[in-house]
């Protein structure tokens, strides 16, 4: 977005030369630097002494520093001078998972963006978006445990999903997920509620002692019991909540009655 050779714009072409060479992690004015494995002074002196520079080939020389908080004190006072008034052609990205940890007086220097997660619907897309392009096999209900299991990010997703595609022999199957995630098979959870809505005690404990006989995680079984209320209780309210799509939009609807 920086340095495209068609001006600084959102939307860089992905074409030219600057653009190309940024992808394939070559371009001479973009310099990475791991604070989490180079804490030391020297370094960041190294690096601030390069920043004096004009850049070689770009419109501007970009510094990105990641998990920026693992940089001791005195790497920060050596950055301070220069972030406070930092060459024209110089732009620094300062990356970090834990911004209460970086000083009050470098934060105050800097334009602060913070990255949401990313929604599971999005997640889930995204997976569903590869194995089409891979021609791979899979039910929709796995995708959306996988998305969820991610806990908001495509980079953690990937690796489950290729977990996913070795477990269940070349395919993402519901059953094979959820086996592999560990996750509550929600069959029970609607078996007990059920149990619940007829006042049946000796059903609900029967589904329990067959979750047990699984060994199933109850603290997870909890929490999506509490999932499942809350949902039912969204639906009572307006129907309209559980899309059409989803599997269990039946089941859901008949308790919520």
Do not use: W
Not at 122 to 149: K, N, T
Not at 156 to 180: F, N, T, W, Y
Not at 181 to 203: N, Q, T, W
């Amino acid at each position: 977005a920086l340095n495209c050779e068609l001006g600084v714009s959102a939307t860089p072409c992905g074409k030219c030369a600057a653009c190309t060479q940024i992808d394939a992690g070559r371009f001479v004015d973009l310099l990475e630097l791991d604070a989490a494995s180079n804490t030391q002074v020297d370094a960041m002196r190294e690096l601030l002494e390069g920043a004096l520079y004009a850049p070689s080939a770009g419109r501007f020389k970009v510094y990105i520093i990641d998990e920026v908080h693992m940089l001791s004190r005195s790497a920060f006072n050596a950055m301070l001078k220069t972030l406070e008034e930092p060459p024209g052609h110089v732009k620094f990205i300062l990356a970090t998972t834990d911004p209460q940890k970086v000083p009050v007086t470098v934060l105050s220097r800097c334009l602060q963006f913070n990255l949401k997660q990313i929604p599971p619907s999005q997640i889930r897309a995204q997976l569903e978006h590869i194995l089409g392009s891979e021609s791979v096999g899979f039910e929709a209900p796995a995708l959306a445990l996988l998305a969820r299991a991610a806990e908001g990010s495509l980079r953690d997703a990937l690796p489950l999903l290729d977990q996913a595609i070795a477990h269940g022999g070349g395919k993402v199957e519901e059953v094979a997920v959820r086996e592999m995630l560990g996750v509550v098979d929600r069959r029970y959870l609607f078996e007990i509620l059920k149990a619940l809505a007829r006042g049946d005690g000796r059903a609900m404990f029967n589904e329990a002692e067959n979750m047990a006989a699984r060994s199933l995680a109850f603290d997870d079984a909890l929490q999506e019991l509490a999932t499942l209320i809350h949902r039912i209780a969204l639906i009572q309210t307006m129907p309209e909540a559980v899309p059409e799509d989803d599997p269990q939009r039946e089941l859901l609807l008949e308790l919520s009655g």
